[in-house]
T-cell receptor
Framework: AQKITQTQPGMFVQEKEAVTLDCTYDTSDPSYGLFWYKQPSSGEMIFLIYQGSYDQQNATEGRYSLNFQKARKSANLVISASQLGDSAMYFCAMREGVSHTDKLIFGTGTRLQVFP | DAGVIQSPRHEVTEMGQEVTLRCKPISGHDYLFWYRQTMMRGLELLIYFNNNVPIDDSGMPEDRFSAKMPNASFSTLKIQPSEPRDSAVYFC????????????FGPGTRLLVL
């Protein structure tokens, strides 16, 4: 079974609008971490946001927020006020068993295109 | 502060040749990771180190791959002999002790094996 599932291969959004990128995960470990990374066309991996499984509040970083729904095992990324520079691949990732491993498992990614 | 440094940025080699990829983690970071990104398999962890010691190498594809970290500021990933299916982007990442919430990635090395 896929550990991390990103069901949207591609998304389009108009500049200044908000967009939600979906991510669901599968783990039986009560302790885990969820990450979002951005990969622009230049290829580098840019860390965006992190949510720990025990965090009470949804994580936010500037225009990025993580809609964490633990019971549904979803960790969707919300980008508010989209900018042209947000056009990139976005990867969701999970680390299981926070205390005993550092291994990140990545989803297949969603390509976001922001248009004027 | 300088980020994770990888070299070379691009490498083109012929099948059967030895390839060495290099990584300098961010100063003070105790953890170092090697990832590979391909269209077919996506991003996958190959190996990671803590304080220069390999902790999990279960993602290393086969014996042709080896990784070392002789000191806190340098790591290598070696492929010998290389094969066309090794063509990928190889990322190095690091993080400091106690900071579980992120890994900082280098720019990657794009490897093409002909």
């Amino acid at each position: 079974a896929q550990k991390i599932t990103q069901t949207q291969p591609g998304m389009f959004v108009q500049e200044k609008e908000a967009v939600t990128l979906d991510c669901t995960y599968d783990t039986s470990d009560p302790s885990y971490g969820l990450f979002w990374y951005k990969q622009p066309s230049s290829g580098e991996m840019i860390f965006l946001i992190y949510q720990g499984s025990y965090d009470q509040q949804n994580a936010t970083e500037g225009r990025y927020s993580l809609n964490f729904q633990k019971a549904r095992k979803s960790a969707n990324l919300v980008i508010s006020a989209s900018q042209l520079g947000d056009s990139a691949m976005y990867f969701c990732a999970m680390r299981e068993g926070v205390s005993h491993t550092d291994k990140l498992i990545f989803g297949t990614g969603t390509r976001l295109q922001v248009f004027p | 502060d300088a980020g994770v440094i990888q070299s070379p940025r691009h490498e083109v080699t012929e099948m059967g040749q030895e390839v060495t990829l290099r990584c300098k983690p961010i100063s003070g970071h105790d953890y170092l990771f090697w990832y590979r990104q391909t269209m077919m398999r996506g991003l996958e962890l190959l190996i990671y180190f803590n304080n220069n010691v390999p902790i999990d190498d279960s993602g290393m594809p086969e014996d042709r791959f080896s990784a070392k970290m002789p000191n806190a500021s340098f790591s290598t990933l070696k492929i010998q002999p290389s094969e066309p299916r090794d063509s990928a982007v190889y990322f190095c990442a690091s993080r400091p002790r106690g900071r579980l919430e992120t890994q900082y990635f280098g720019p990657g090395t794009r490897l093409l094996v002909l």
